[in-house]
């Protein structure tokens, strides 16, 4: 999903790993994160959750540049609630 704010100048996109719960896809982020340039990269936040492990979300600090527009990334792992309750079914 991608926001574009023309008036300041800005795109903030927001990158969503979908898939049944505890498949990798924090231990995937959490990969790609640990490997992306320091100087590149922003904070990256973990929550733990009763069902799905853990939860994380990481953005880009910013300020890089795409024709004239900042740009902002955040990536969030997304569970499939759905799937584990077809299986149990």
Known sequence: ???IN???AEINCKIV?????LCG???NLQYI???TNPAAKGKLIS???ETDGRS???SSPGPRTVRGFKTAFTCTPFPDRFS??????
């Open 1 to 3: 999903m991608t926001f």
């Open 6 to 8: 023309y008036a300041a």
């Open 17 to 21: 790993y979908y898939g049944p719960g």
């Open 25 to 27: 896809k924090t231990t």
């Open 33 to 35: 994160y640990d490997r």
């Open 47 to 49: 929550l733990a959750t």
């Open 56 to 58: 994380s979300s990481t």
């Open 84 to 89: 584990t309750t077809r299986a149990a079914s």
